[in-house]
């Protein structure tokens, strides 16, 4: 049983041992032929230009400024929209929980172009707004957000009301500390969506000052004929490395939240 | 799957109360105004642009270009700006990976920048969306070949900014070996020399040929336009792939898979035909300029003398495919003025060896050729050379779909044995279908 872990194990890290060690080898070393796995003739220089001369820490704030507005946004208003969702009663409620639910069938790209129309009518084009307004809420963390929140007895918010708490009080402070696992799942899972999107920012931000990473990446290091593999190995190891911070810290949430609602 | 959807549908939910279904009428109304736009300019008809004023260039003007173009062009604006006090040009590098889209959506969002640089291939995509280019711009010291990719249905659109052509490149020291000192120039001689490379130098095959998936068809244009094969006929209304001398060419191209000198299943890994090339296992394939620098990188030092490059063998011609990026202002530019200006600026046959100098781009203008740091070298000579005989493929909007039921008819023949002639028949009414969009 531990060798056959084991072995998945090894499949699983493989990919990333070959990306970390190529990320210290020469173009030439990478195209040669029988594959080396340890760097024959390490080198930092993939490292060295993506500090100096290509100024990652530029594109590495903007992907954060992004990512967090991005996750802030889904924490506050799929929790809201899922809360009227699953506790409120008003007319017209399960009408738009259908249309949430539709939405979520709609595929990205038949959306794409329409959703640049609209952003660069409110001139928005270029700007922060344009990079994270578009995100703030997804249907997938609505849906993510009600079914929790159905599970939360009745008798508890009742309980509250009846001491006096207004609904916001209810939201904020009876129903909110109780939703922490679904609340990881979601902050984790837009973080990665927002850290990982290649296109619309590529769209969006139309000069270089506000590109996100996965853009920059892809900019300096894969030509129209040519890649040039170090450059890019070493880049996806720096736009990884927070990501495995971030999920290495809240695993044991990931985890629990996973079992819990029984959605990854 | 989760995140894609999750980062790409989200946008319903800008106004979480009671507005989404305003908001989903809404971005259909714009979706439809954007497509809306372009109506009632250039399909077909030829149209010319108003002149350029005169006087230095002033104004603010915007560039999108690609990849290494879009890095390296900043330095050389300078020089622009320097001249042309008033000026100020902005550079925004785009990759390459997603460039269309970006151009796509650019478009229809009515942000396009006043210059971009437009691959080739991508010409009849947008053309709409292009101001034609006005007489005062000269392009007699382009390549002909080249301009005649800026063509749509009649109208030009831009300039060639650089140019690249396929050639053969092949390793001299074994053909040495196999008993020619020389490169053959025609069909049968190339046929013979990849054998002999084969029988007497020890190479596992003679040569390495795209034996089909994405843009096979495009890849082998050069063995197409050499045999004197034309893709459509001369007013563009009829594809004309059901011919005699395609049928040839693709009866040629397929003998060095049914001969065994050429792999049916190459492969396509980063680097495993640079490292076949240095090892002497393919020691032949045809290519663009940027695999000197590849195999400068994958062979080491003193590499460069084991192989050479040259022209594309010869039939009828020796016709080779131009590729290359074009240079176009967009309708909606607020300073159209000042971008031909740059644009003319841009392809002044100095200018045009500096850019050489800084990114190895080949230079569109030819008398930019005479400079030593081009005519002095020999692979590059080779380059100019097969540049005055380079075609283009029909710049129509459905040559894409085209191309793509080519390369699954040469995917048939080079895997499955199909007959050429049949093939050619299926793709000929296939294409009938798809028309030629006139």
Redesign the interface.
Known sequence: MYVLLLLAVAATLLPFAWMLLGSFK???E????PVTWWPQEGTLANYISWFTELHIDKFFANSLIVAVVTVLGNLL?CS??GYALAKMSFPGKRF?FL??MV??M????V???????????LGL?STYPALF??????????FLMRQFMLGIPDSIIEAARIDGAGEFRIFTRVVMPLCGPPLATLGI??F???W?????P??AA???DMYTLP?AL???S??????N?GLLLAGSVLVITPIVALFVALQRFFIQSVAATGI? | MFKKRAALSAPRMLHPSATKAAAIGLSAALLLTACGRDNGSGSGSTESASPIASGPATGTVTVWAQGAEGTALPALAKEFEAANPGVKVNVTAIPWDAAHNKYQTAIAGGTTPDIAQMGTTWMSDFSDAFEATPSAVDTDDIFPGSVKSTDVGGTKYGVPWYVDANVVFYRSDLAARAGHETFPTDWDGFKSLAKDLQSKAGAKYGVALPAGGADSFQRILPFVWSGGAQLVNKDSTKWTLDTPELAEALNYYNSFFTEGIADKNPATGAGAAESAFVNGSVPMWIGGPSGIGELEKAGGAGFADKYKVALVPKQKSATSFAGGSNLVVFKKSQNRDAAWKFIQWLTQPEIQVKWYKATGDLPASQSAWKDPSLSGDSKLAVFGDQLKDVNSPPSLTTWTQVSAAADTQLEQIVKAGKDPASALKELQSTADTIGTGR
């Open positions: 020469t173009q030439g990478l195209l040669r032929r208003f809201m929209i738009l249309l949430v939405t979520l709609v595929p990205g790209v959306t794409f172009v329409p959703l640049f129309v609209m952003v660069s009518k084009v307004l578009p995100f703030l809420a997804s249907p997938v963390g609505v899972l837009t990665l969506g927002s990982n999107n290649f296109l619309w590529l769209v139309q000069s270089e853009v892809s900019l300096f894969t030509g129209q004929n040519a890649t593999y990854k």
